[in-house]
């Protein structure tokens, strides 16, 4: 059974920086595309970013490139989404996701409804 765990959520200021994490287990990290999406209160979850199988394609929503930098451990079946220069309308929960099958030559980054493993979410506030 496929598992994916964030971590390193928490409480920021404006201007600061913080790391999300995401571990997989149970599974092929290297096999899945991987992704970040956000969902804030009251609104539907969205797509942040996007890596490939090796890192090689990286994407990013318009609100945070920039600032924000997605990157893969596959040694260690890790994700990272480094956020700099946050704002508070980063705050949100922010949920880690991995599609199977993802193959060199699809679509990228995939659409929201390709993914098949999501974890529980991460907590990030931004604070004015």
């Known amino acids: 059974q496929v598992q994916l765990v964030e971590s390193g959520g928490g409480l920021v200021q404006a201007g600061g920086s913080l790391t999300v994490s995401c571990e997989v287990s149970g599974g092929t990290f290297s096999r899945y595309a991987m992704g970040w999406f956000r969902q804030a209160p009251g609104k539907e979850r969205e797509f942040v970013s996007a890596i490939s199988l090796a890192g090689g394609n990286t994407a990013y929503a318009d609100s945070v490139k920039g600032r924000f930098t997605i990157s893969r451990r596959n040694s260690k079946n890790l994700l990272y989404l480094q956020m700099n220069s946050l704002k508070t309308e980063d705050t949100a929960v922010y949920y880690c996701?991995?599609?199977?099958?993802?193959?060199?030559?699809?679509?990228?980054?995939?659409?929201?409804?390709?993914?098949?493993?999501w974890g529980q979410g991460t907590q990030v506030t931004v604070s004015s």
């Open positions: 996701a991995a599609d199977r099958s993802f193959r060199p030559g699809s679509q990228f980054p995939p659409a929201q409804n390709e993914y098949d493993y």
